[in-house]
């Protein structure tokens, strides 16, 4: 009854550090959605500067650690004078680390939708920004709900990161807590308790927004 | 006189090094129903997308209506929206009823509003017989009950000029007559329709003229009893044998 007693007496201590976690991973996840759109558009039009701009944001990113990237914002940024809180700028590192990978989730997304779509809104005489608001996205954005749920159940473990830049998320407290009570291995189950309840929530809400846009919409199998 | 509504003049078309249409020149006349046969890779679709823009010719001049048309300096949308076009595959946009279907050029592209635009649809729908299926989502319908929703939707638009490019060539055998009817229909309301098809039944009743396509070029043209009872040239003859 050890193990009960202890959940029950520390678990009150982290509910600050949940509310933290869910906020910087919801923050970084809707600008990871407005930063990866916008790329993805980037990368599939046909000016070259905007493809080669969207391409390198994506090498970048994908091509080193995140850890990395959440150090430079927070430690490095500061000596060119941006300084900004542990919270934002873990919010703005995820957020930008994230848009890099639901950009290739947006990207595929909307290639997935046949050329036949689009060639049946421009025969209509639709612009090629109407063929993208009105016939493309609606079907893209319902195919990437499955990858982008996906993405936010790794935005919601990485956001575990954004502790080494002291902001006091779910993993730093539970680190902060084992070493002032030399309880460190508990702390880290507890945390990791906490990251697993976390997880499945979302996805459970991934789930339920995934059914409903099933039924209410009736994705087409077919080729259209 | 009356100025034809397509008049092409040497069009020439590659795909890198393929040469897929060679030379083509023809017009088109108010009210007139041309239809063109020819094996597959003869170059009648990219032809028929020619005409609309979805396809870049290289070469040669494409008039629409008495203007040649430039598609660096026209603006292609405004030249669309009077040419409708039927797709073998419908592509009827899955997310939106078939009313939805029908009514989003006008709305979007011409600036209808709603209200009169869903009754014009609905007259459009009573037309191709499927004024029931306002409210269906695409997927729950028949390929030629699709085929048939598609034809309204490119109608909504007012078009002077349909294309038809192989409209039944996707379809089960018994629902080919429903879309060939709705065609007929539209051929003697004195639709200008330019068809790709390999409908021969449907080629002899309803065209005027018949263009026999080879290797991406017109190699024989003339009325439906010439071209079918007559072939003049051995490979229209071959074809014909072929396929009849």
Known sequence: MAVLEFIKTYSPLFLPAIWITIQITVLSILLGIVIGLVTALAKLTRVKLLNRIADLYITVIRGTPLIVQLSFIYFALPGIGIELSAFVAGSIGLGIHNGAYIAEIFRGGIQSISTGQTEAARSLGMTQSQTMRRIILPQALRRVIPPLGNQFIIALKDSSLAGLITVNEIYMTSRRLGASTYQQMEFYMLAGAFYLILVTLFSVVVQKIEKTLETSKRQSSEIL | MSQPIVKLKNLNKWFGDLHVLRDISLEVDPS?????????????????????????????????????????????????????????????????????????????????????????????????????????????????????????????????????????????????????????????????????????????????????????????????????????????????????
């Not at chain 2, 899955?94 to 009514?103: A, C, E, F, G, L």
């Not at chain 2, 390929?143 to 039944?168: C, H, N, S, W, Y």
């Open chain 2, 32 to 244: 007139e129903v041309v239809v063109f046969i020819g094996a597959s890779g003869s170059g009648k679709s990219t032809l028929l997308r020619c005409i609309n823009f979805l396809e870049e010719a290289q070469k040669g001049e494409i008039w629409i209506n008495g203007k040649e048309i430039n598609p660096y300096r026209e603006n292609l949308n405004k030249v669309r929206k009077k040419i409708g076009m039927v797709f073998q595959h419908f592509n009827l946009f899955p997310h939106m009823t078939v009313m939805q279907n029908v009514i989003e050029g006008p709305v979007q592209v011409t600036g209808t509003p709603r209200k009169t635009a869903r009754e014009e649809g609905m007259e459009l729908l009573e037309q191709v017989g499927l004024e029931d299926k306002a409210d269906e989502y695409p997927e729950m319908l028949s390929g030629g009950q699709k085929q048939r929703v598609a034809i309204a939707r490119a109608l909504a638009m007012k078009p002077e000029l349909m294309l038809f490019d192989e409209p039944t060539s996707a379809l089960d055998p018994e629902l080919v007559g429903e879309v060939l009817n709705v065609m007929k229909d539209l051929a003697k309301k004195g639709m200008t329709m330019a068809v790709v098809t390999h409908e021969m039944g449907f080629a002899r009743e309803v065209a005027e003229r018949v263009f026999y396509m080879d290797e991406g070029k017109i190699i024989e043209t003339g009325t439906p009893g010439a071209i079918f009872d007559s072939p003049q040239h051995p490979r229209t003859k071959q074809f014909l044998s072929q396929i009849l």
